[in-house]
């Protein structure tokens, strides 16, 4: 069964930092790309970042280019997000998601796998 286990959301002031972990199982780690997207109310899905677990390579989102990192420790097959100089508009709920395609999108109607989502809370 494929699982994909989205934790470490909360309640953080404008400026801090969180760690979104994304813990994956029931499929070849290293056959997909991870993908971080987010959803606030009323707004579309959107595509954060993502990486490749075969290369490591990565795309960012335009928003939070030079704020947010991505990586991923392939032996634990888990992928983090970690969330620098947050803002009150990137407050949401965030959803961790697999690709089996070759090219690395953060368009989530490529993703296959989706897990459950995570709430991050920014207050001004």
């Known amino acids: 069964e494929v699982q994909l286990q989205a934790s470490g959301g909360g309640l953080v002031q404008a400026g801090g930092s969180l760690r979104l972990s994304c813990a994956a199982s029931g499929f070849t780690f290293d056959d997909y790309a991870i993908g971080w997207f987010r959803q606030a109310p009323g707004k579309e899905r959107e595509g954060v970042s993502c990486?490749?677990?075969?290369?490591?390579?990565?795309l960012y989102g335009d928003s939070v280019k030079g704020r947010f990192t991505i990586s991923s420790d392939n032996a634990k097959n888990t992928v983090y997000l970690q969330m620098n100089s947050l803002k009150p508009e990137d407050t949401a709920v965030y959803y961790c998601?697999?690709?089996?395609?070759?090219?690395?999108?953060?368009?989530?109607?490529?993703?296959?796998?989706w897990g459950q989502g995570t709430q991050v809370t920014v207050s001004s």
């Open positions: 998601a697999a690709d089996s395609d070759s090219w690395l999108n953060i368009q989530p109607d490529e993703y296959d796998y």
């Open positions: 990486i490749s677990s075969r290369d490591g390579s990565t």
